[in-house]
């Protein structure tokens, strides 16, 4: 009678290994991809919620999103408080850090594709780098991290007159705001 050896041969272990190294890059990628997802649902969560606090901000600050650029009076400044209510940068700070980018909040300086969560805010006069279109109105933008064909660079924008959209690269120019 022959008596097998026990064990496993050194074919059988390497076919095992190939198995668990490709299903591993498997759930790697669904977690990256989910990931992704996860950050840009909190992008798109923050963005709604400026929205909202803009609106709370205009109502106790004579229904102007901005009196004084960069100001205490201004919604998008770090600084926005007017009877104990704050402007909307602590949501454009959120939304920047989930999707990694930096943050900008000056009305001459247009979104930069990728790298930056933008809000820009126009006083009612239409003063100063603002064009009188967009007098008393804000936008605010911030990159998505996630695949959204066909854009090559998906930012998600939303503005003072209800438009939530998801745009390929920015779509707020220097004295912009409005989504386009």
């Not at 967009?134 to 438009?163: F, H, Q, R």
Request: charged share 15%; net charge neutral; hydrophobic share 35%.
């Amino acid at each position: 009678m022959k008596i097998k050896p026990s064990g496993f041969t050194l074919i059988e272990l390497l076919v095992v290994i190939a198995i668990i190294g490709i299903l591993s890059s498997v759930v790697l990628a669904s977690l990256n991809t989910a990931r992704n997802k996860g950050n840009d649902a909190a992008v798109k969560s923050n963005l709604t919620n400026a929205r909202a606090q803009a609106e709370l901000f205009a109502s106790v600050n004579s229904d102007q999103y901005v009196i004084t650029p960069t100001g205490t009076t201004d919604v998008c400044s770090a600084t926005a408080s007017v009877n104990n209510t704050k402007g909307v940068y602590q949501f454009v700070s959120a939304a920047a850090r989930a999707s990694g980018a930096g943050i900008e909040t000056r009305i001459d300086t247009g979104g930069t594709t990728g790298t930056v969560a933008t809000c820009h805010a126009c006083p009612a006069s239409g003063a100063g780098l603002c064009v009188p279109t967009y007098a008393n109105k804000w936008a605010i933008e911030a990159p998505l991290k996630g695949s959204y064909p066909p854009y090559t660079n998906p930012m998600y924008c939303v503005d003072s007159s209800g438009k939530a959209t998801t745009t390929d690269g920015s779509s707020l120019g220097g004295s912009d705001a409005a989504c386009n």
